[in-house]
T-cell receptor
Framework: EAGVTQFPSHSVIEKGQTVTLRCDPISGHDNLYWYRRVMGKEIKFLLHFVKESKQDESGMPNNRFLAERTGGTYSTLKVQPAELEDSGVYFC??????????????FGEGSRLTVL | AQSVTQLGSHVSVSEGALVLLRCNYSSSVPPYLFWYVQYPNQGLQLLLKYTSAATLVKGINGFEAEFKKSETSFHLTKPSAHMSDAAEYFCAVSEPGNQFYFGTGTSLTVIP
């Protein structure tokens, strides 16, 4: 079974440019999450999809970030225009709820974004 | 509100020595607790989880963690460190119906 895959693994862009990150969750996982880690800091929640619906987007930093999950399969996270403080590693994770147990998160390898 | 505190951003141990990585949490309800490990250039991988069954949880690679409600702790231990244990370790908490919250991570160095 394929795990969570993310693309690209590393992106270097200039301030003001646009970047789109993609995440393919584990097949059958309705819940998809985006997290970000800035160096040395905690892994911070960005948003949560249940199928194609945004369940919680309280962690999105501002309106320069746009996440979509059309059809409830893969998801994209677009940053437009990128700023220096957007640099970090963006992780995608998916899980499947099992009764009352939330189910552990399965992570992709992350997309490292460097904004110059 | 949930939060996780990992004491010590960097821990060094000698090969064969005890590994102890500390995690304290805050939660208004009985939580689910997790330890994840990240090896270089890889994603986070689940080490072990506490889901309100046994308070002593055994995970992969010889790691275990004990849930102590009175201390709101979930420290990760391994009796004997191996060079392959060098990685970054993250503690996470989740309340039913809520999100996962992660600590800042602890980087483990194993000295030969």
């Amino acid at each position: 079974e394929a795990g969570v895959t993310q693309f690209p693994s590393h992106s270097v862009i200039e301030k003001g440019q646009t970047v789109t990150l993609r995440c393919d969750p584990i097949s059958g996982h309705d819940n998809l999450y985006w997290y970000r880690r800035v160096m040395g800091k905690e892994i911070k929640f960005l948003l949560h999809f249940v199928k194609e619906s945004k369940q919680d987007e309280s962690g999105m930093p501002n309106n320069r970030f746009l996440a979509e999950r059309t059809g409830g399969t893969y998801s994209t996270l677009k940053v437009q225009p990128a700023e220096l403080e957007d640099s970090g590693v963006y992780f995608c994770a998916s899980r499947q709820r099992l009764g009352n147990y939330p189910g552990e998160l399965f992570f992709g390898e992350g997309s490292r974004l460097t904004v110059l | 509100a949930q939060s996780v505190t990992q004491l010590g951003s960097h821990v060094s141990v000698s090969e064969g020595a005890l590994v102890l990585l500390r995690c304290n949490y805050s939660s208004s309800v009985p939580p689910y607790l997790f330890w994840y490990v990240q090896y270089p250039n890889q994603g986070l991988q689940l080490l072990l989880k506490y889901t309100s069954a046994a308070t002593l949880v055994k995970g992969i690679n010889g790691f275990e963690a004990e849930f102590k409600k009175s201390e709101t702790s979930f420290h990760l231990t391994k009796p004997s460190a191996h060079m392959s244990d060098a990685a970054e370790y993250f503690c996470a908490v989740s309340e039913p119906g809520n999100q996962f919250y992660f600590g800042t991570g602890t980087s483990l160095t194993v000295i030969p």
